[in-house]
């Protein structure tokens, strides 16, 4: 990841509406599955921490996390997150059935054989631990977004589900989410690829909105979290799945 990105998306992902809801929807998860508090929870991908540090405050005691970033596990450390490590999430040096929860948020697809990387997961963790997954969805919705973030592929629901299941996974949830806002992206995504077919024009769609805005939105994917403790939405800008070992 460029540095100059990092940076902003380090210090963007305390307050942003997409990573406020979807720490809140991961603790829903949580909750929904039964994942004790004293459970030992491995987050691959933990960037600045800010996950840890949300569900440290909820209670949970035991959460290790990784990250390629040498940047972003520093930035934990001086939030005062002990149990990071720079580690590869595709190839840990952790031991067979260690962890009982498993959470990656948007990590699976910058991995280039993600396959492997999901037998890995699968291999970390305790029998009947949990894996809680969360992906881009669809490529039409391909933009410079993934592009600065590196992404190898964005996923579909059946996609996913299969490589789960090659794994060895069995699905206790799937659902896209995000579902609120997939027409306006789907109707974005559209104008800039039938307007700007520049290369150039491959940016990053991260940036500080007005909080007001920034509130309503957050307001607006709580309300789909709600709802999604009750049906599954066929289409989203995202996928999570939930499997269990």
Not at 17 to 37: A, E, H, T, V, Y
Not at 82 to 106: C, P, Q
Not at 176 to 194: A, D, E, V
């Amino acid at each position: 990841m460029d540095k100059s990105y990092e940076k902003k998306y380090h210090k963007l992902e305390e307050k942003n509406w997409w990573f406020i809801s979807r720490r809140n929807f991961i603790s829903q998860l949580m909750k929904k599955i039964g994942i004790d508090q004293n459970a030992k929870v491995l987050e691959i991908g933990c960037s600045g921490g800010p996950l840890i540090e949300f569900l440290g405050n909820t209670g949970y005691s035991d959460i290790t996390g990784i990250d390629l970033s040498k940047d972003a596990i520093d930035l934990c450390k001086k939030r005062g997150i002990k149990k990071v490590r720079v580690m590869d999430g595709a190839k840990t040096l952790f031991r067979e059935n260690e962890f009982d929860l498993i959470i990656a948020s948007d990590i699976l697809e910058h991995i280039k054989d993600d396959d492997s990387a999901l037998c890995e997961w699968y291999r970390l963790l305790k029998p009947k631990g949990e894996l809680i997954v969360f992906v881009p969805a669809f490529n039409f919705l391909w933009s410079g977004h993934d592009e600065v973030n590196k992404h190898f592929r964005r996923y579909n629901k059946p996609s996913l589900i299969s490589k789960m299941k090659k794994a060895q996974f069995k699905l206790q949830k799937v659902s896209y989410w995000n579902f609120f806002l997939f027409f306006p992206t789907y109707l974005l995504r559209t104008f800039q690829h039938s307007l700007l077919k520049k290369k150039s024009e491959s940016k990053d769609q991260l940036f500080e909105l007005n909080p007001l805005i920034n509130r309503i939105l957050i307001t607006l994917l709580k309300f789909e979290n709600f709802l999604l403790k009750y049906f599954n939405f066929p289409i989203g800008v995202s996928i999570f799945v939930v499997g269990r070992k």
